[in-house]
Every structure is written in structure tokens, then in C-alpha cells.
């Protein structure tokens, strides 16, 4: 998982250690001409002696400026800068070099552009003219805040799932949840995972194939359906999918199941067909949530396609499949930036239990964990 990323934010960080100093600019100060102090008593009175000095020379610039002889103003700050700033400026032009190796990196890890712009414009906000201490790695500070950014783009758009159906079902019964997405992405084996996972916390589920224009789509669901022990609602193949999902709200009704959840066809004749089909699927079934199954191996035709559907048809949230598949991680980073709604699962391989309910930290750590 995220192996190809992993390796070129190491490297990345790797060059920066070793370049730490270069372009780093040193404050205009020497080091405070304080002896190494033997004893805390001797400490204290070095500080007072800085400090006195510091008076001395507030003294002096205050002076200074009654005498409107403003050369010796700097001085107060220049004597300050001796105590307080052992440390160095981190300085716009060596962001500049840091923001664009790392954008390179961002990008061939399939971060969408305008995803790295973002990351980058407030990397260098927070980092030009940050005062790095002495001992302070520029790395681990540049790795922190790359990380801090990340999170705060993945944390924008919350949402949870099991609060979400909780709260729900004192309102209404059923539920009625679609997928859409297409063909080939994990869709149907992610509802089959949402069905498990629904039924391990203890609610009911029908299935709806809703996917009437795949040769063999109904059959795989009916598969799914019967392994986990639950219902499938369908109609023959090229029947009217809201026809089919309405049937299955139905069904739900009159045995009092808690959730429907829908699977809907990857592909029509044409896109046009396509989004009109699912337009007349929500207008007639009226979805209590629309979720965007993709797999996050795609890359940026994932997170294209995430726009493409949630401008025309309109979606809820995503879940991105074939995680453990994704060396790069970029899709998982701008889907829901993109979208600007959030991600609701990680599909983590092929069982029913590999299904990880989508959590920043969870993400951040298994991108950044032993870098
Ligand atoms: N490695 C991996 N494979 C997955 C995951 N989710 C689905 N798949 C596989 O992807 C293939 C296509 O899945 P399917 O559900 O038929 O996709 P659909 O056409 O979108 O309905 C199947 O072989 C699934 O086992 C996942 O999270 N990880
Ligand atoms: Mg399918």
C-alpha cells in the first residue's frame, strides 16, 4: 500500500537532511557571548547580565530616538535577537526548491493539480520565514506540516456512516442507499461489504439489482446475496432499474427491513444514457444517500469521473476500492477535495470484511508510518 509514495517522500526527505543548512538563511546574529555557565546561580546571572544589557540598550535607542538619532534604534531588537534567536530562518527562495521537488512527487503520485496546489500554497504560507531552532530537523518540519495540511484537506468534509443510518432509522424505514460508479471499479463486491457490514451491526438488508444492462451483473449480485443470506430484488436484464429499486423499497416495506441497497449499471450506450438513467433512478427512489464507488488505483480518472458524477448526477460521498492495490495514494488525497464531499470507506482487498470505514489518521498513517 502507497509503496511508491512512501519511497519518494523518503528520498525527498532524505535530500533535505542533507542539504539541511543550504539556502537556510542565519539570522544576522552571533552567538550571545554568554560564558557556559557552571552552576544555576551563574546561569541566572548571565541572563540578568543580558538582560540588564537589554535595558541598557532600550535605554540607549529610547534615547536615541528623543535625540532623533534613529541609527541606534536597531539596536534594542539586534541585542534581543542574541538571546532569543538561536535559530535560523527558513527563507522563501529555499521553499521554493523544497515546494518543487515535492509537487513533482505530489503529482506522480496521481495528487490531483489543483490538490497540489493547495497543498503547496499552504506549505509555503506556513514555512517562509518559520524559525527552524537549532537541532530542529527542516525536514521533520516540512514532513509535519505536509502531513498537518493532509489531514485538514481530508477533514474537511466528514461523515459517518453508522451515525448516519442510526439517526435515519428513527426517522424512516428503509433506507434506501445507491452506488453508482463504473464497471470493473469494486462496486458490486463494495455493497456486498456495506451488506456484511450492516447485518454485523445488527440491521437487516435487501439487495436491489439495479444493474439491468451487464450481461451477468443480476447473477453476481444473486451470488453475493446468497453467500451472505440476503434477499436480491430483480427483473430481467434491460428492465427499468428504478422499476426494480421501487420493488425492492417495497419489499422492505412490507418485511421491515432497515436497508436497501442499490446497484446500478457502470455503463450505458452513451454517458448521456447513462446519467439519464441514474437521474430517473434518484428522482423515482429517491436516495436517502448516493455513493461514488471508484478504485483508488485509477488515479485521476477516478477522481475525474468523482467530479463528472457528483456535477450531473449528484453524490453523497465516495469509497475508494483496491487500496492495498494503490502504490501512490493521490486519489484518496483529492477525491474528496475534489468532489467536496467526503470519503465514506476503504476497500482493503477482496473479502467482506476488507472494508476500512474512512478515518484521516488511518490514511496519514499508512502514507507517512515509517517515514
Ligand atoms: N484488491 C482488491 N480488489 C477488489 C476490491 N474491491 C473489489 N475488488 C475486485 O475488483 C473486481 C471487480 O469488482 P466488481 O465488484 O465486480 O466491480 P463492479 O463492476 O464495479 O461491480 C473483483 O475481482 C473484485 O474482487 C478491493 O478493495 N481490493
Ligand atoms: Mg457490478
Given amino acids: 500500500m502507497f509503496k511508491f509514495l512512501k519511497e519518494k517522500l523518503s528520498a525527498f526527505k532524505k535530500k533535505l537532511d542533507k542539504k539541511v543548512e543550504e539556502g537556510v538563511k542565519h539570522v544576522e546574529a552571533k552567538e550571545p557571548k554568554i560564558e557556559p555557565a557552571k552552576t544555576v546561580v551563574e546561569e541566572a546571572k548571565a541572563i540578568e547580565t543580558v538582560k540588564t544589557d537589554i535595558a541598557k540598550a532600550e535605554e540607549v535607542s529610547a534615547k536615541a530616538e528623543k535625540e532623533e538619532k534613529p541609527k541606534k534604534i536597531g539596536l534594542v531588537s539586534k541585542i534581543k535577537t542574541l538571546i532569543v534567536d538561536r535559530e535560523v530562518l ?3 527562495k ?3 526548491e523544497i515546494l518543487e521537488d515535492l509537487e513533482i512527487i505530489l503529482l506522480e503520485s496521481d495528487v490531483a493539480f489543483e490538490v497540489v496546489e493547495e497543498i503547496s500554497s499552504k506549505l509555503k504560507d506556513r514555512l517562509v520565514g518559520r524559525r527552524k531552532k537549532i537541532g530542529e530537523k527542516l525536514s521533520d518540519i516540512v514532513i509535519n506540516e505536509l502531513k498537518l495540511i493532509i489531514q485538514e484537506i481530508l477533514d474537511a468534509n466528514r461523515f459517518d456512516f453508522d451515525e448516519f443510518v442510526q439517526t435515519k432509522l428513527k426517522e424512516k424505514r428503509p433506507l434506501n442507499i445507491i452506488f453508482v460508479g463504473v464497471n470493473g471499479t469494486g462496486k458490486t463486491t463494495t455493497i456486498a461489504k456495506i451488506a456484511k457490514r450492516l447485518m454485523d451491526f445488527g440491521y437487516s438488508v435487501v439487495l436491489a439489482a439495479g444493474d439491468t444492462f451487464r450481461a451477468g451483473a443480476i447473477e453476481q449480485l444473486e451470488e453475493h ?6 434477499k436480491v430484488i430483480k427483473h430481467k436484464p434491460g428492465a427499468d432499474p428504478a422499476a426494480v429499486i ?3 423499497i417495497k419489499h422492505a416495506e412490507s418485511k421491515g427491513i432497515d436497508v436497501v441497497l442499490a446497484d446500478t449499471a457502470g ?3 452513451t454517458k448521456k444514457n447513462l446519467i439519464d438513467q441514474l437521474s430517473k433512478i434518484k428522482r423515482v427512489t429517491k436516495p436517502d444517500l448516493t455513493i461514488f464507488v471508484d478504485e483508488s488505483i485509477a ?3 477516478a477522481v475525474e469521473r468523482a467530479r463528472m458524477f457528483n456535477e450531473s448526477v449528484g453524490i453523497d460521498g465516495s469509497i475508494l476500492t483496491k487500496i492495498d492495490a494503490d ?3 493521490g486519489t484518496a488525497i483529492s477525491i474528496s477535495y475534489v468532489t467536496g464531499k467526503p470519503i465514506l470507506f476503504l476497500g482493503t482487498g477482496q473479502d467482506y470484511d476488507d ?6 489518521k488511518w490514511l496519514i498513517e499508512r502514507i507517512f508510518g515509517d517515514i
Avoid at 355 to 360: R, T, Y
Fill in 267 to 269: 455503463r450505458m450506450h
Fill in 225 to 230: 446475496g446468497q453467500r451472505l443470506g440476503v
Fill in 327 to 329: 502504490p501512490k495514494g
Fill in 94 to 96: 529555499k521553499v521554493e
Fill in 246 to 248: 421501487y420493488d425492492a
Fill in 90 to 92: 527558513i527563507d522563501e
Fill in 299 to 301: 488515479g485521476n480518472d
Fill in 355 to 360: 472494508l476500512v470505514k474512512f478515518d484521516s
